[in-house]
């Protein structure tokens, strides 16, 4: 699969101007049509001072001028995500789309997402109307039936996909991620496997067989190392795999997303929500 049509998500907060830059560099390199949704959403920080004004029962007034500063910072924030929307896709020679729209991202996304080959967002993304603790993110995982690249909120880098890791469990989500990822892997210049097997593990399901893995990105123009950590504890499984994916200088990580949907209520695989709750690397999942 080539990936010819990038969607990547952006709202008013914190990290969106990185992920831009980098879903520029990935559409350049792969030559696709890159398309920025734009959501206007009220970010968390502007939701929490209209709810103290509220709850301190200050007057109408007021109330409107809060309602007026945040929608006015929104109006910003588009204009100048925008501005660098055009800047970047004229400057990469890019086919491109710009699209705006009202309301939540977790009802929004998934439907933009399905008609795209990678959808770009932070790992961060809380939805205002859903309980504390639930991200859009963990939802997209699940519903978009697409593979989702989460970036950190504080991304460094301008370009992603040098040196790849892949996270190997023998799986059907990491095999899932692993075929999803390939166009990145075959433009990479380095590819690590690294195999964690905890205790926890039954050995016989986690036995994985280092040269048909290898012999497979072989024949794909994929040379990788491997890789493999024994008794790392469940807990330490998802820090442990960013450390390692880091110290080897990969700049992102391919996983497949472990989990279910039931009840509107994202159940994720611990190892999976780990990953998210402390992003610190690029990691494309798949399920």
Known sequence: MALKDLLVYLDPTEGSLGRLRLAADLARRHQ??????????WTPGQLERR???????RPLSELGDIQQAAEES???????????????TAQNGLEAEW???DGQPGSILPQHALYSDLCILGAQMPEASTPAGYRVSDEMLFAAGRPVLLVPRAAE????????AIAWNSSRSAARA????LPLLERSERATVIVVNPTEFVRAQAAVAPAQLLQHLRRHGISADWVELCDVPASAIASTLQEKAHAAGADMIVAGAH????????????VTRDVLSDLRIAVMMSH
């Open 99 to 101: 699209r705006m729209l």
């Open 32 to 41: 696709s049509c890159l398309t920025a949704l734009y959501v206007r959403q």
């Open 74 to 88: 929104i109006d910003r924030s588009a204009v100048e995500l925008r501005s660098a929307f055009q800047r970047l």
């Open 157 to 164: 880098s301008t370009a992603l996909g040098s040196h790849v």
């Open 178 to 181: 692993l075929n999803d990822a």
């Open 51 to 57: 709810k103290t004004a509220e709850l301190a029962g």
């Open 259 to 270: 989990g279910h949907t039931w009840m509107h209520e994202v159940l994720l695989g611990s």
